[in-house]
């Protein structure tokens, strides 16, 4: 009895200290031990960027290029694209030589052209890159896609679909190509700096995916996968109001969401 009281003051601080942790973390648990960037993983490689002219693609192409990496990056815009180029620094940066890539100038009714952009603009160019990386016996593709492919996403019906086909192709491949030096992180929502940060550090660490995100959407993506009652009445309470706040271009990710009650029509 001496010992079992002991005991379990030990468990319940550990179980309080995770569950501080976890409140006020913004990636899951294996992402957020890792403390820093593997250099090696990323100076003097090749990095293709699809997208590379704003958001993400933007922040992630000027970090790379500080730490060194030979950047292509791919965008719709050209304006855009040589904006970017200024602003590259770094060993490599000089010599960059971004490319432009005109797949999408056709005009496209809704659902097409997110399909088009998410999920098979994606697919054709890893189509053609595979060969050359099973020839060289390495390689890296790291996929930018959302929480919306893992959790229902109220009011983003087409999105969430897009981003569901991406990660249902994907995650195949991975497992297609287990062994052979092949990874894919699973990016999600967080600020633009910390979200680059630590998908590089996702892919120089190898870790298949990740989930970046901060709460409540990250409890979400825990709960529908492992306690999905719980979840999706969670998403249940969500759905009408985060559709009213993004009507209202308020914040769809917030705590009140969930207690909030939407206006009387």
């Keep these: 009895m001496n010992l079992i009281l002991p005991l379990l003051s030990v468990f319940a601080s550990l179980f ?18 890792k403390r820093h960037i593997k250099r090696e993983g990323i100076e003097h490689k090749v990095v293709w960027i699809i997208g590379g002219s704003r958001g993400i693609g933007e922040v992630l192409s000027k970090q790379l290029a500080s730490l060194g990496a030979k950047l292509i990056i791919s965008t719709r815009n050209e304006a855009e694209l040589k904006q970017v180029k200024r602003h590259l620094h770094g060993k490599n940066a000089p ?7 005109s797949a999408l100038d056709v005009t496209e009714e809704s659902l097409k052209a997110t399909f088009n952009v998410n999920v098979l603009g994606t697919i054709s160019l890893t189509r053609l890159l595979v060969p050359f990386m099973l020839r060289r016996g390495r390689g890296h593709y790291v996929v930018m896609s959302s929480a919306a492919g893992k959790t229902p996403a109220p009011g983003q019906a087409v999105y969430s679909a897009s981003r569901y086909a991406l990660n249902g192709t994907f995650i195949p491949c991975v497992l297609s190509f287990c062994g052979r030096e092949s990874e894919m992180a699973l990016m999600r929502h967080v600020s633009l700096e910390r979200c680059v940060e630590l998908t590089i550090m996702a ?9 970046i995100s901060y709460q409540p959407v990250l409890a979400v993506m825990y709960l529908v996968p492992y306690m999905p009652t719980i979840g999706y009445w969670i998403m249940d309470k969500v759905g009408g109001n985060r559709v009213e706040a993004a009507a209202q271009k308020g914040n769809r990710y917030s705590w009140s969401l969930l207690f909030g009650k939407k206006k009387a029509a």
Aim: aromatic share 18%; proline share 3%; net charge positive.
């Design 203 to 211: 892919a120089t660490r190898g870790l298949k995916e990740v989930w």
């Design 95 to 101: 010599n960059e030589r971004p490319v432009k890539i």
């Design 16 to 33: 309080i200290f995770l569950l501080f942790k976890f409140a006020n973390a913004y990636g899951d648990f294996i992402l957020m031990s």
